[in-house]
């Protein structure tokens, strides 16, 4: 895969537990395929339960499973990690590897902004807010998330399976 990849390791806050150790990353210009493409391949690398539509506009996360969001179309300045996270900007073409427990909000996007999402095994997702009374039961669930088994995109041998096995 000829892209860069950014590694994001985010601290949790008392609110947004983030991933004790595992980094989001982003592999940047790494989609250049229709969206049914992407679909077929994601599902072929076990990355399933997908579903095409923008990022909410409010900090939330997911304790029980990993997520990624390949954006299809547009571009959005996401945050990362909670209120005190990271800014960053995706564009079309981008991948987002979201481990459990990573907060992400959508902080403005053009109209046309979409993603592809989808999470290992086809996981289903909880949707966590924040809320002080959720965190010790997401900090419990996050462990257990079900690793992934290959990288979405390029397999058994694709640089997730590295770059989380090195965390």
Not at 9 to 38: C, F, I, S, W
Not at 77 to 86: A, F, I, N
Not at 110 to 115: A, K, L
Request: charge should be negative; hydrophobic fraction near 35%; charged fraction near 25%.
């Amino acid at each position: 895969m000829n892209t860069s990849i950014d590694r994001i390791l985010l601290k949790e806050d008392g609110y947004y537990p983030n991933h004790p150790y595992l980094p989001a990353l982003v592999y940047r210009q790494a989609m250049d395929m229709p969206t049914r493409e992407a679909e077929r391949l994601f599902k072929k690398n076990r990355w399933s339960n997908t579903w095409v539509g923008g990022i909410f506009d409010y900090h939330h996360y997911h304790s029980r499973t990993h997520e990624i969001l390949g954006v299809i179309e547009g571009s959005a300045r996401l945050k990362l990690g909670g209120p005190h996270g990271q800014t960053l900007e995706v564009k079309k073409g981008d991948l987002i590897i979201l481990p459990a427990g990573v907060a992400h909000k959508n902080e403005g996007a053009t109209v046309d902004f979409q993603v592809l999402a989808a999470y290992p095994f086809g996981e289903s997702f909880d949707l966590k807010t924040g809320d002080k009374k959720e965190y010790e039961e997401a900090l419990s669930q996050i462990p257990d998330a079900p690793a992934p088994a290959a990288d979405p995109l390029l397999g058994e041998n694709g640089p997730l399976m590295e770059l989380w096995n090195r965390s």
